[in-house]
């Protein structure tokens, strides 16, 4: 079943529809990330995008490492 998730930007609100058990994921970081409840400005949208970006290059470094240990006989 699909969510709304709502958010602020610029005076500007933005719904965005999910799926639901990715609506309650989604939720818990944006509040980490953001004024959930309020306004919030470009910048700090760039800079949630930058960390979430920078936490999925260090996954996918984690990733790549296991995938070498587990390959090496």
């Known amino acids: 079943m699909k969510m709304k998730v709502s958010l602020t930007l610029n005076a500007k609100r933005y719904d965005i529809d999910v799926e639901e058990d990715f609506a309650q994921f989604l939720t818990l970081q944006m509040k980490q990330d953001f004024n959930f409840e309020g306004n919030n400005d470009i910048k700090l949208l760039l ?3 930058v960390r979430k ?3 999925l290059y260090e996954q996918e ?3 790549l490492k296991l995938i070498e240990q587990i390959q090496i006989p």
């Open 61 to 63: 470094k984690q990733t």
């Open 47 to 49: 800079q949630a995008y």
């Open 53 to 55: 970006n920078f936490a």
